[in-house]
């Protein structure tokens, strides 16, 4: 069986949460075919600096290192006794198969790297184009570099399936952040159930609705976002936008640089941002022909229409 080690650096533990949450595979399942060597919120009973040195010593063969949370020099965020997160990812990175950064913070270093973005950043990637803890040409014995997923929190199975696909030996393919491609291919507006309110031009009037599109004025960032939230739904059955609020863009490398994530910023009149792949001057082509001609059935409330 292939060994798991979690550690953390600065961390609210949200990925943690999400996490312990799965339920495709159950947690449980998912341990029987990964043998956990420690996670701090779930191994007590265990003394991670025994099986630290354990590792050291060549006398366990580490297989995954999953790394939530950012990174730093700063002595009072230590968690491990008198040695950081930093030193630990140090001395493993030439002994472990895979390190996979889970959720942003590990990521690039994200909210807490906002408080000092030169000493606080992720594994690989620093916040803003800045350098992560590892070069940029690192890569483990396997021939990865840091595997990232990022949101925040992450999805469980999106740490799951990246775990257990390279487990079973099968190639990961990873875009230009170093994201698994078979989740990050998706922009969050795949899937949606409203693109025909989107399709139309047909705008949600507040939060919470079933009704309309929350990107010509409430924010949406599902058309310029890598994340397969409406294709693996959140807790089996749900996301942001089905629920009526919208994407906020958290699994994208601007994040979390935006002052309001429900308004959508535009120059005259225009979406800052267009969906991905659309020119201004087909967007505006597009959504000019869809506002003259009105669909009646997405202007009605969805309990009034036949
Ligand atoms: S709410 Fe967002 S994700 Fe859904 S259709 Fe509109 S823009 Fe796309």
């Excluded at 075919?33 to 779930?42: A, F, G, M």
């Amino acid at each position: 069986m292939k060994n798991l080690l979690w550690i953390q650096g600065l961390t609210c533990g949200g990925n943690s949460q999400s996490f312990l949450c799965s339920e495709n595979p159950e947690i449980s399942d998912f341990f029987k075919e990964i043998n956990l060597l420690w996670h701090p919120e779930i191994s007590h009973d265990t003394d991670i600096m025994e099986i630290l040195n354990r590792i050291y010593r060549n006398e366990i063969k580490l297989n995954f290192l999953i790394v939530e949370g950012a990174l730093t020099g700063n002595k009072r965020f230590h968690r491990f006794g008198k040695y950081s997160t930093r030193y630990i990812i140090d001395k493993l990175k030439n002994k472990v198969d895979y390190i996979i950064a889970v959720g942003n913070c590990a990521v690039h270093g994200n909210y807490p790297a906002l408080y000092d973005p030169d000493q606080i950043t992720g594994i690989q990637f620093g916040l803003n184009g800045r350098k992560g803890f590892l070069s940029p040409k690192f890569k483990t014995k396997k021939g990865y570099p840091v595997i990232n997923i990022t949101g925040c929190p992450v999805h469980p199975e999106w740490i799951t399936k990246t775990v257990l696909t390279l487990s079973y030996g099968i190639e990961l393919k990873l875009d230009s952040f170093n994201r698994p491609k078979e989740l990050y291919m998706y922009l969050s507006h795949d899937g949606c159930t409203r693109n025909e309110y989107f399709e139309w031009k047909v705008e949600a009037e507040e939060f919470g609705t079933k009704e309309g599109c929350l990107f010509y004025e409430l924010g949406c960032r599902g058309p310029v976002t890598h994340a397969p939230c409406n294709k693996i739904l959140w807790n089996g059955r749900s996301s942001k936008t089905r629920a009526g609020m919208p994407c906020i863009g958290c699994t994208e490398f601007d994040f979390p640089n935006r002052e309001n994530y429900l308004e959508t910023k535009k120059n005259m009149g225009i979406p800052q941002d267009i969906p991905l792949g659309v020119t201004k001057r087909a967007y505006i082509m597009i959504t000019g022909v869809a506002k003259t001609f009105k669909n009646e059935r997405l202007i009605k409330k969805l309990e009034e229409t036949d």
